[in-house]
């Protein structure tokens, strides 16, 4: 079946730091990979996405390209801040066709970043 | 524009009681999902519905139904309600079979 591994944390970062958080993913087929975002207290946000091998997601600062080659969707920012402080999600679908919807999550990363 | 409007956000239960955790939309989307989100375990699918009248489950549906009656509302019911499902559920809408889908706030439930 399908499934996505994410990097454990916690990730304790220092303002204006690099950030990689990494994601695999097994998946029959071409799947649509995700990165989603949570704030303390709050639902999960779309951060970014790509539907198909080699397409880059950006966002708010953030990246990630979807590489077939190595099953990856890694999460990437050059300069975090303190409002990046959130628990990170990757998440992929798998193109199933019409009567199915299987969104898969990894467990989560949590990011805190100190000023 | 609300988008996905969850209720209660908060609730505690005694073992074996029931309750109903409302979700409404408003964007007219065909899919809708319930998740809980357990500490180190990610988000997992319940159940999920790709439009009125059809409903099927998911990664752990045990101890829970639901039913789609019309395209804004899917609720999800405890029949009786455990400790093991103390957790924070999360409803899902998504425009389609292959898109990302878009999470309401959250119910925090306590199960004692």
């Known amino acids: 079946g399908n499934s996505v591994t994410q990097m454990e944390g916690p990730v304790t970062l220092s303002e204006e730091a690099f950030l990689t958080i990494n994601c695999t993913y097994t998946?029959?087929?071409?799947?649509?990979l995700f990165w989603y975002v949570q704030y303390p207290g709050e639902g999960l946000q779309l951060l970014l996405k790509?539907?198909?091998?080699?397409d880059k997601g950006s966002n708010k600062g953030f990246e990630a390209t979807y590489r077939k080659e190595t099953t990856s969707f890694h999460l990437e920012k050059g300069s975090v801040q303190v409002s990046d402080s959130a628990v990170y999600f990757c998440?992929?679908?798998?193109?199933?066709?019409?009567?199915?919807?299987?969104?898969?999550f990894g467990k989560g990363t949590k990011l805190s970043v100190i000023p | 524009n609300a988008g996905v409007t969850q209720t209660p956000k908060f609730q505690v239960l005694k073992t074996g009681q029931s309750m109903t955790l409302q979700c409404a939309q408003d964007?007219?989307?065909?899919?809708m999902s319930w998740y809980r989100q357990d500490p180190g375990m990610g988000l997992r699918l319940i159940h999920y519905?790709?439009?009125?009248?059809?409903?099927d489950q998911g990664e752990v549906p045990n101890g829970y139904n639901v039913s789609r009656s019309t395209t804004e509302d899917f609720p999800l019911r405890l029949l009786s309600a455990a400790p093991s499902q103390t957790s924070v559920y999360f409803c899902?809408?998504?425009?389609?079979?292959?898109?990302?889908?878009?999470f309401g706030q959250g119910t925090r439930l306590t199960v004692v």
């Open positions: 998440a992929l679908i798998f193109h199933s066709g019409a009567g199915s919807y299987q969104l898969t």
């Open positions: 899902a809408i998504s425009p389609g079979a292959n898109t990302e889908a878009f």
């Open positions: 790509a539907t198909k091998a080699d």
């Open positions: 998946a029959t087929g071409y799947p649509s």
């Open positions: 519905s790709v439009g009125a009248g059809i409903t």
């Open positions: 964007m007219n989307h065909e899919y």
